[in-house]
RNA sequence: GGCGGCAUAGCCAAGUGGCUAAGGCAGCGGUCUGCAAAACCGUUAUUCUCCGGUUCAAAUCCGGAUGCCGCCUCCA
């Protein structure tokens, strides 16, 4: 089944036909390098990541490029205001970028490239744009004349005429059209520069990505991603400049993330609700985070709040539990405590087994249908229930129930791979959410572990009404018990 | 003002023409348990914002109404 993909410019799902049988080049546009990642950074650097394991789990040689913006007006104002070089803020904030996506499970893309390494590049296609007429300098900035590329705004769904009578555009004497955009900035007095034709000056926004795109994916590639934000007016300006310079398309497919919303309102600095990775992290699994985003589809928004969070939390928690008894369940096979079992389990296994295959098939489905998290998650959880059936209904362990299981681990670990999930062990994972509930709610891990050996010793002495206190001082807190023969484990609710 | 999107159970959320409207969270009943928790079994939308239309057949297509949201300015 081939892979289908919505694509920005015809507002329709298409299937996905890469320009060469096999291979994927994907451009998604990256960070400018001038504060903290946010969570709306985490949704699309999680949802080009698992597009992009996706389609290499499919079989194709995927060259993702990703790129940093590390000059840029909003990167000096921050340099001159804390009194250092430009590229010292870029440096920490890609740094920044780095730590959080690691954290955050992102499998680093294949280039990562950064505006200031492609002057050359950049300053090359301006040249080109300048002698075809499409651009024009004037006291040392250049500008891109929108009006004479015939396609400008195609992408987003808009004409000039329209855009002028929004009339929301600067007022700049220099420009021809007040939709003209700068492809070259003069700079000002103790501002970074590089020598050009036109001038000590810098790259504008948008010429950075037709130029590292080209370096490195070609005149035409396949799918060009980033944020719906971006659709206009960056993308775009940069499908103005790119096909204007060479006259062929820019990208093939054009895939464009939702937003993420924050208690149902936009995210913004003004309202100062902007949530960083790393705050979110100190407190929360990463892989809470990232099944938060995917249980939604990547073109919808999301709204982030604690109580979303906290959901995914429990959901994950689902999860890793039945990661954690099918781990048990084998540990305690592998130690010779199961039994043969007879023609009865052996037909049985043959159809979980089968089952278990046909959810894997499902989620690489649901997964091919423009990249479908939700719907394959749907089947994650069919896959949890059928094996926490199996382990529920069997009182001894047989041969053949291992086999069954050791499918299941197998399929788990595909979902995993593709969703970037199920990376920890089910008992680090049980320990660390311990520890981070228990921070974040500020509770004492010595005295609650105390307080279950008191009750423990209770237990043992069958003094029922003492142990059921300590569960009930416990439950006050939010703590739950989980009596086993020999221990009590806990977790907070 | 212009352009676009969304509306599915208590909450979150798939499904975009035809088998029982996925799944998660929460709730309820049962099994298990010293009591619990987890897990399992059962249950929770005769119906998809509303009104018309197309069709043998619509949550799904078309028209209209209402509500919410995004973009048009830096933004993932």
């Known amino acids: 089944m081939p892979i289908k993909i919505f694509n920005t410019a015809t507002r329709k799902k298409e299937i996905f036909q890469p320009i060469q049988e096999g291979s994927v080049g994907i451009y998604v546009c990256g960070i400018t390098a001038y504060d903290i990642c946010h969570i709306g950074h985490a949704r699309a650097a999680v949802v080009f990541d698992v597009a992009v394991r996706h389609m290499r789990s499919r079989g194709y040689r995927v060259t993702y490029v990703k790129n940093f913006t590390d000059i840029d007006d909003k990167i000096i104002n921050r340099a001159q205001k804390e009194g250092v070089k430009f590229t010292d803020i870029a440096e920490r904030f890609i740094k920044m970028h780095d730590e959080d996506m690691l954290a955050l499970g992102v499998i680093r893309p294949d280039v990562t490239p950064k505006a200031t390494e492609h002057m050359d590049d950049m300053i090359a296609l301006i040249k080109i744009l300048v ?206 405590k199961a039994v043969p079992g007879n023609d009865k389990t052996k037909a049985k296994q043959k159809d979980y087994i089968n089952k278990l295959k046909e959810l894997q098939d499902k989620f690489n489905e649901a997964l091919d249908d423009d990249f479908n998290t939700a719907q394959g998650l749907g089947y994650v959880f069919d896959a949890v229930r059928l094996i926490n059936n199996l382990i529920a209904a069997e009182k001894k362990i047989a041969v053949a129930n291992s086999a069954i299981l050791e499918e299941g681990r197998k399929i788990f670990k595909h979902f995993g791979a593709i969703l970037g999930i199920f990376h920890d062990d089910p008992d680090h994972f049980f320990l660390t959410d311990r520890e981070m509930e228990s921070r974040k709610r500020g509770l004492d891990i010595g005295e609650i572990e105390r307080l279950i050996n008191e009750r423990q010793s209770a237990r043992t002495a069958k003094n029922w009404d003492r142990a059921d206190e300590i569960r009930q001082q416990l439950a006050q807190l939010h703590i739950v018990l989980q009596d086993s023969k020999d221990k009590t484990t806990w977790s907070i609710e």
């Open 131 to 336: 002698d075809k007429g499409f651009a024009y300098a004037i006291d040392g900035d250049v500008y891109f004349a929108v009006n004479i590329f015939k396609q400008y705004g195609r992408l987003s769904g808009r004409n000039l005429e329209e855009m002028l009578a929004g009339a929301r555009v600067d007022i700049n004497d220099k420009k021809k059209n007040p939709m003209d955009f700068a492809l070259w900035k003069s700079s000002k007095e103790g501002e970074p520069f590089w020598e050009s034709p036109w001038g000590k000056g810098r790259p504008g926004w948008h010429i950075e990505c037709s130029a590292m795109s080209r370096c490195y994916l070609g005149e035409t590639f396949d799918i060009h991603g980033g944020g719906e934000d971006l659709i206009f007016p960056h993308h775009e300006n940069e499908i103005a400049q790119s096909q204007a310079a060479t006259g062929k398309p820019l990208a093939n497919y054009w895939m464009h993330n939702g937003f993420v919303k924050v208690n149902s309102e936009k995210m913004s600095k003004s309202l100062g609700n902007i949530s960083p990775i790393r705050e979110i992290l100190k407190n929360n699994h990463p892989e809470v985070l990232r099944l938060f985003m995917l249980q939604s589809h990547y073109r919808s928004p999301v709204d982030y709040s604690d109580n979303s969070l906290s959901e995914a939390r429990s959901a994950l928690i689902r999860c890793y539990t039945s990661l954690q008894l099918m781990n048990d369940v084998l540990k305690n096979s592998a130690d010779g």
